[in-house]
């Protein structure tokens, strides 16, 4: 997770892991990020509709912005700040989530046209926002 700087699935890592150890289970890999997450260490990062990804504890309160076609996540440094002035009338704001959505940088660079639109998938390698893109 750190080396890939962004919040990652459990089949990411598990694929990552496949670089270290020989044939890793995904069982084995659930029960380390379980263990993982106990000791504090990392800390789930869910998106409405979407299996957990997993990023580094201690990164503070931040959100995210997830590329539409290849759906990588990236942490976001910049808060809005208090939005107390957004809620109803007599109601009180007890903490926030923000979600940005758009195409990241290498998405950008290529035409929506060169993506297929059924999978989202980038043309060079289909990967679905991790198979050849991992940000290693």
């Known amino acids: 997770m750190f080396a890939a700087g962004r919040p990652l699935p459990a089949q990411v890592i598990l694929e990552l892991s496949s670089e270290i150890v020989p044939q890793p289970s995904f ?9 993982l ?20 504890a201690g990164q503070g309160h931040h959100r995210h912005f997830q590329c539409r076609q290849c759906g990588l996540v990236f942490d976001l440094e910049v808060c809005p700040g208090n939005l107390d002035r957004l809620a109803p009338a007599g109601q009180t704001v007890e903490e926030h989530g923000i979600i940005l959505y758009g195409r990241c940088g290498d998405c950008s660079a290529l035409p929506r046209e060169a993506f297929d639109g059924a999978s989202g998938s980038c043309p060079e390698c289909k990967c679905r926002g991790w198979g050849g893109r991992l940000g290693r």
């Open 27 to 35: 069982a084995i890999v659930c029960r380390n990020i379980r263990a």
């Open 37 to 56: 997450q106990d000791e504090g260490a990392i800390k789930p990062v869910l998106l409405p509709g979407q299996s957990p990804r997993y990023a580094l």
